[in-house]
């Protein structure tokens, strides 16, 4: 399999452990330098995450196309807010500028945070919105592709002569990336996405989600395909690598009481995704699963996104990884706690070694690793 190493960008320097929420929202050159740096450091595209009350993730995008060379983008957006057929306009025309090369892609975040939702006029409940998010998708991904007009009418949306006449002309068109992990998620996405993102959870875990998802897409008639979000720290030695994570909780631990207000839930509001109780949980079972990931962050911060991580040399993690590639993830998601400097950190260690570790595997060098029982 072909793997693809997607970073994230940020309009500002900041982290569980860096920067705070005063001072100027976007920071441009400070998002040219992150957004050039990962384009150097060999990653294939950046995730632009997604909030109510953050900066909008479509311009960030097109800065970032714009300031790399050969970078693609992963859009994070919430259905509901905006039509499917105007959103595929709007990614048709991003890959036709950037000249059809595969650089644009969407990520479908439904909302885990009632408080987050309602900052932009949306009450609907959880069932609910995936409910609209499967439309969606559906919608989307024939707006994307139909040569002629169409009509749809569904519980969320009704169109009549639907089309645009701009289409993507990458191949392989613009990928749906989606995530979540409840009942209602699981539908959804195994019907309508391409790519399915999962958090660091140990690899028991992954691969028991791994097992479920290929069987529900399997009723569709559907593969799917798997990213792993993490976050490593990496070193030249195991045991530096290993004090740098200790100092990373050290300054988490710091910030939080303080009181500086970096993780607050009145920016984030109260998480209730099956995804971040995931995640809890496996930090209530151990500090350290499957020899080097980590979930010490995870402890201090609670529910809220990937915090998880592996730690060890370029090496280590890097074939700590390639065992969730033996399981079938063939994208992998990874961003720093010192955001800028990690990437360049990673491009001359990590990222090539997970590349020459997923080649070895391909050609029959590797060894398969035997998930835990």
Do not use: C
Request: charged letters at 25%; proline letters at 5%; glycine letters at 12%.
């Amino acid at each position: 399999m072909t793997i693809e190493i997607i970073g994230m960008v940020g309009t500002k320097d900041m982290s569980e452990t860096r920067g705070t929420f005063d001072g100027p929202v976007v920071d441009t050159d400070y998002l040219t330098r992150f957004a050039q740096a990962h384009d150097e450091a060999g990653f294939d595209r950046v995730l632009i995450g997604y909030g109510a009350t953050g900066p909008d993730g479509w311009a960030i995008a097109s800065h970032v196309l714009y300031s790399t060379q050969r970078l693609g983008v992963l859009i994070a957006h919430r259905p509901g807010f905006v039509a499917p057929t105007l959103v595929a306009r709007k990614l048709a025309t991003l890959d036709a500028l950037t000249g059809g090369r595969g650089r644009v892609a969407i990520h479908h975040i439904t909302g885990g945070s009632d408080t987050d939702q309602r900052r932009d006029g949306d009450f609907a409940d959880h069932d609910t919105r995936y409910e609209r998010t499967a439309e969606f998708m559906s919608v989307l991904r024939r707006a994307l592709t139909s040569e002629v007009p169409f009509d749809h009418e569904g519980p969320f949306y009704r169109f009549e002569g639907a089309f645009s006449s701009v289409r993507p002309t990458s191949p392989g068109g613009v990928p749906l990336f989606f995530g979540g992990q409840s009942a209602g998620a699981v539908a959804a996405g195994s019907a309508h996405a391409d790519v399915y993102m999962l958090f660091g959870e140990p690899l028991e875990q992954t691969a028991e989600r791994i097992a479920l998802l290929r069987a529900e897409a399997a009723k569709h008639g559907r593969t799917l395909r798997f990213s792993l979000s993490t976050r490593p720290i990496v070193a030249d030695t195991e045991e530096a690598a290993w004090e740098r994570a200790e100092a990373i909780r050290a300054e988490t631990a710091r910030r939080i009481g303080a009181g500086n207000g970096l993780l607050a839930a009145k920016y984030f509001g109260e998480q209730k995704s099956i995804a971040s109780d995931r995640m809890q949980d496996a930090a209530s079972r151990a500090e350290v699963h499957d020899e080097r990931l980590w979930f010490a962050i995870t402890a201090l911060t609670g529910p809220g996104g990937n915090s998880s991580g592996h730690v060890g040399t370029p090496e280590q993690v890097a074939e700590a990884l390639l065992k969730y590639y033996d399981l079938g993830i063939d994208r992998f998601l990874i961003r720093g706690f010192d955001p800028l400097d990690d990437v360049r950190l990673w491009g001359g260690g990590l990222v090539p070694a997970l590349r020459a570790g997923v080649a070895a595997r391909d050609a029959g060098r590797g060894t398969p690793v035997a998930v835990p029982a």
